[in-house]
């Protein structure tokens, strides 16, 4: 299954209340860069408020968004623990405030506490997985199938990528970044959608008027 719009990141509520002790609150503006692909990590970050967008943009300046990290979400533990540089940019989709933790205060946090390295091993290991299943599902699965699947799994999630009444917060721009298409097919697919009553195309964000229907795509 595609993993959707948003990175799983939530971790354990006493791990969770540790990290937030230790963290400094940072605040971002819309479109303002958290860090870039190939820098040096220094902390794990929290959405506290507002949505954090992971991509890559290549030299011809096509993005390709790996995920949203919404509010209760950590990210950025990856470099942290590997050592090697951030592997994605991270930058404020809106105005957005996030908890950061030094890389000292989390490596002392976790040493001599298996329990905690293990929700970071659950952690990548489930970012692991989406990888690959997002692999295999490119490899597989026709486009119509792969955007009725990431609708679905946004709708379901209590992202605030999600306004609530089946409103989706993501611009097709984004969905075809996220799938590795151009905007031009997805918009296809939608328009086709919406002829059939199933959604309602707007400007930056979609609305679900039977998501059941998507389930038969
Ligand atoms: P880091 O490499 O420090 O910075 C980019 C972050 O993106 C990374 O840590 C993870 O927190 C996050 N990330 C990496 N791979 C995935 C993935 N497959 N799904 C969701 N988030 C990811």
Redo the contacts with the bound molecule.
């Keep these: 299954m595609n ?1 959707g719009p948003m ?3 939530a971790l354990n509520a006493e791990l969770d209340a540790h990290l937030r002790a230790r963290a400094r609150r940072q605040r971002l503006g819309r479109g303002e860069v958290l ?1 870039l692909r190939g820098s040096a ?1 220094d902390a794990l970050y929290c959405v506290d408020v507002g949505v954090v967008r ?1 991509c890559v943009t290549s030299s011809s300046g096509r993005e390709a968004v ?2 949203l ?1 919404t509010p209760g979400h ?7 623990f ?1 050592g ?5 940019d ?1 930058l404020a989709v809106v105005d957005s405030e996030l908890l950061a933790v030094p890389a000292a205060a989390l490596h002392e946090l976790v040493d001599g506490r298996p329990a905690y390295l293990l929700q970071f091993l659950r952690l990548m290991g489930l ?2 997985r ?2 690959l299943e ?1 692999l295999d599902d490119a490899a597989l699965q026709p486009l119509p199938v792969r955007l009725a699947r990431k609708l679905l799994e946004m709708s379901r999630s209590d992202a605030t990528a999600t306004a609530g009444d089946g409103v989706l917060q993501i611009s097709q721009e984004d969905l075809a970044h996220a799938l590795g298409v151009s905007r031009q097919s997805i918009n296809r697919i939608l328009k086709r959608w919406e002829a059939a009553g199933v959604l309602q195309v707007n400007y930056r964000s979609l609305v679900l008027l039977k998501p059941e229907a998507l389930g038969f795509v």
Excluded: K
Excluded at 84 to 88: D, W
């Design positions: 993993p990175p799983m990141g860090f990590p992971l790996l995920g990290v950590w990210f950025g533990e990856a470099s942290l590997t090697e540089p951030r592997s994605h991270a970012r692991y989406s990888t997002r």
